[in-house]
């Protein structure tokens, strides 16, 4: 990687997006802007601290409030000279459950246009493989008696034409498991450029990233440091033992092999952070790699998915088992 003599400017390498796509392409690492209600203020300064050290992908979601922010930060940028063009920059937004019906997801994709103050997003996702009543959005979880099956046909069909209107550049889908992608494909005109996950070195997702690269769908892995302050974050990716003992051969951070390894198989990644050394530092993830004997620690490490099955899984609900949520 580059590092400017001149500012502190990274520059971030991109993936090419299917042809599908009204997009050529997607930075390899982006900054996730989920953050806790209390943080939501300072999240415009972060974004901006960002963007100076070379982001250009930012991610958010309607259901975590910070759409807005996002969104002064960007007008700010653009003020300030930061970068010439809104087409520097590449937006996420996410389609939440209460809205995952067919006549409602061009109004929420408006909204969030709105909330963001631009005129396109370059990638929508649907954010969960499951709706719920189309009543006022809370706070995650949705009350379970709210858990609805999702209409998959009616909905793709509606992201498509968000697509074709120019609303976004690019769909695609988070949470989606190879048999749910598979149903989506059965009737998809437009496929979806981008199945986001969680992925890490303790959930290794080699089976969906496997079916995903078949498909000429780019896996987008969130929560790669395993989300440590969130309401279902974990320590134990940062706490690894074997990550740590690559992390010192290396010379590097436990965050930084994550990062690495995530990249080295051929996925892109959002990482959260409100801290300017530590995003500075995640960007430390293109100027070097792993090696064979780092690979055979990697692989011995036992596998577990950190983000619960819980909020989604009710007897009365579309998923009455983990195993039915994630087809595993």
């Given amino acids: 990687m580059e590092n400017s003599t001149q500012s502190t400017l990274f520059n971030i390498s991109?993936?090419?997006?299917?042809?599908?796509?009204?997009?050529?392409?997607?930075?390899?690492?982006?900054?996730?802007c989920s953050v806790d209600k209390s943080d939501i203020d300072a999240l415009k300064l972060v974004v901006l601290e960002a963007i100076e050290l070379g982001y250009r992908h930012f991610d958010t979601a309607a259901i975590y409030g910070t759409e807005k922010a996002l969104g002064e930060a960007i007008a700010e940028a653009l003020r300030l000279g930061l970068v010439s063009s809104r087409e520097q920059?590449?937006?996420?937004?996410?389609?939440w459950c209460q809205d995952a019906h067919r006549d409602h997801v061009i109004p929420s994709l408006k909204k969030s246009l709105s909330a963001l103050q631009i005129e396109y997003l370059d990638l929508y996702l649907i954010h969960w493989p499951i709706s719920s009543k189309p009543v006022e959005?809370?706070?995650?979880?949705?009350?379970?008696?709210?858990?609805?099956?999702?209409?998959?046909?009616?909905?793709w069909e509606a992201m498509e034409d968000?697509?074709?209107?120019?609303?976004?550049?690019?769909?695609?889908?988070?949470?989606?498991?190879?048999?749910?992608?598979?149903?989506?494909?059965?009737f998809a005109i437009i496929p979806p450029s981008i199945n986001?996950?969680?992925?890490?070195?303790?959930?290794?997702?080699?089976?969906?990233?496997e079916f995903c690269k078949a498909k000429g769908i780019i896996v987008n892995a969130y929560s790669p440091l395993g989300a440590l302050g969130r309401m279902w974050g974990s320590n134990q990716v940062l706490e690894n033992e074997m990550l740590k003992?690559?992390?010192?051969?290396?010379?590097?951070?436990?965050?930084?092999v994550s990062l690495r390894w995530i990249v080295e198989q051929g996925a892109t990644v959002v990482v959260r952070s409100l801290n300017k050394e530590r995003m500075k530092q995640n960007m430390g993830?293109?100027?070097?790699?792993l090696v064979d004997d780092d690979y055979k620690k990697i692989n011995q490490i036992p596998q577990r998915r950190?983000?619960?099955?819980?909020?989604?899984?009710?007897?009365?609900g579309p998923f009455q088992t983990p195993e039915a949520l994630w087809d595993d």
Avoid: Y
């Avoid at 074709?164 to 769909?171: D, N, P, W, Y």
């Avoid at 003992?245 to 930084?256: L, N, P, S």
């Fill in 285 to 289: 993830t293109f100027d070097w790699e």
């Fill in 14 to 32: 991109e993936l090419k997006l299917s042809s599908s796509s009204g997009h050529p392409s997607m930075p390899v690492i982006g900054l996730g």
């Fill in 196 to 209: 986001q996950i969680e992925m890490h070195p303790l959930w290794q997702q080699k089976k969906l990233r």
């Fill in 245 to 256: 003992q690559i992390a010192k051969a290396h010379g590097k951070t436990v965050a930084q």
């Fill in 89 to 95: 920059l590449f937006i996420t937004s996410k389609l």
């Fill in 162 to 186: 968000s697509q074709t209107l120019g609303l976004t550049k690019s769909i695609g889908l988070s949470n989606f498991s190879c048999k749910k992608i598979e149903t989506i494909l059965t």
């Fill in 137 to 155: 959005m809370g706070f995650a979880p949705v009350p379970k008696e709210d858990l609805l099956p999702m209409d998959c046909k009616g909905v």
């Fill in 306 to 316: 950190l983000i619960p099955s819980d909020f989604w899984v009710s007897p009365q």
